[in-house]
């Protein structure tokens, strides 16, 4: 009987304790926390479990809350303005790149200095020097001009030394590369208005590039300019003429559509120019070349306008001095729509020979002025006479 009683109590203990397990909330196990200290699984503290809340409820409530608002384009807040490029000044720029220029150069003045370094030099070798100044886009007539000089120096002086005919060779090309006319940029404000510059050329030959890269060199040199986007034919021009404006803080203006008239364009950035008390304007502009009669209307009107606010200090013409003969061409069309005051010789330190630059400079009877001597942004350089026949002979 005492067996019986003792199995009964022990099957009742049995029973409750099961029951209270089987009371005891499921999943509180690894997300019930405790307030007022202590720590489950240890048995000690006098706190009180609590269930964590759900994600988007009120804790201790359980009523629901709404997600957080994203902020609005306007409540975001602005990126960080990039930081404006500082140029370096376009002082000492082609003697920088005279290594550049000469790579591309050499093999047109080692040709020469070892034709006129042979011992006898004939007909047949005055023919090659001759050949070789033509082919190296001289020109027919300055070619001639050149070799006639040279035959008479010969005679004169007699043997030559390596030293001697180098010298004798560059004092000529210098001759036929100098001009009395000035390479300077006519940059300055005058009257209490800005330097107006009008860059021209055919699509293709880097005019664009090259107008963002003298706005560059410019203010390297401390000037502030105004940008105009007058080449509205193709949306690109103006938006690569933004990016370069943007990188250095010159101001760009441009049309909000496809099409527009260059004069108008043309003249809003002149008028911006006088108005912000800029140094020089830059204006770029279309360069197709479908039909001579167009162009020449399009281009007069240009000047036309913007010379109802202030006078067009510069016309430079931007040449692809790899083109040879067929950038003459070029010139002759564009000299006859405005009067070109200087040329921009861009791609010199690729494949040009060098001879383009005696050439055009005796075709349209202006100087050189920039010369373009690679891709990098700061690549454009006051033309040096000297730094560029040095380069041609390697020195």
Partial sequence: MGYI???????VLIVGIGGTMLLRPRGTRGIARRRGGGDLGTGSGTGTLEREAPAGT????????????????AERPAPPEPALEKPPPSAGRMVRLRARLARSQSGFGSALLSLLSRERLDDDTWDEIEEVLITADVGVTPA?????????????????????????????????VETPASRALRTQRHEGRPAVILMVGVNGTGKTTTCGKLARSLIG?????????????????????QTWGDRVGAEVVRSDREGADPASVAYEAVSQGIETEADVVLIDTAGRLHTKTGLMDELGKVKRVIEKRTSVD???????????QNGLRQARVFA?????????????DGTAKGGIVIAVQRELGVPVKLAGLGEGPDDLAPFDPATFVDAILGD
């Fill in 5 to 11: 009683i003792l199995i009964v109590v022990l099957a």
């Fill in 336 to 348: 006859e729509v405005v009067d070109v005051t200087g040329i921009v010789l861009t791609k010199l």
């Fill in 58 to 73: 009120e804790e201790g409530t359980g009523t629901a809350t709404a997600p957080p608002r994203p902020a609005t384009p």
């Fill in 144 to 176: 001639r001009q050149i070799v006639s000089d040279l035959r008479t120096q010969v005679k004169v002086e007699g043997t030559r030394t390596p030293d001697e005919v180098r010298s004798m060779l560059r004092a000529e090309l210098l001759a036929q």
């Fill in 314 to 324: 510069e016309v430079l013409l931007v040449l692809d001095a790899t083109t040879g």
């Fill in 221 to 241: 040199d401390g000037e502030s300019v105004v940008l105009g986007a007058a080449d509205t034919f193709r949306a690109a021009a103006a938006d690569q003429l």
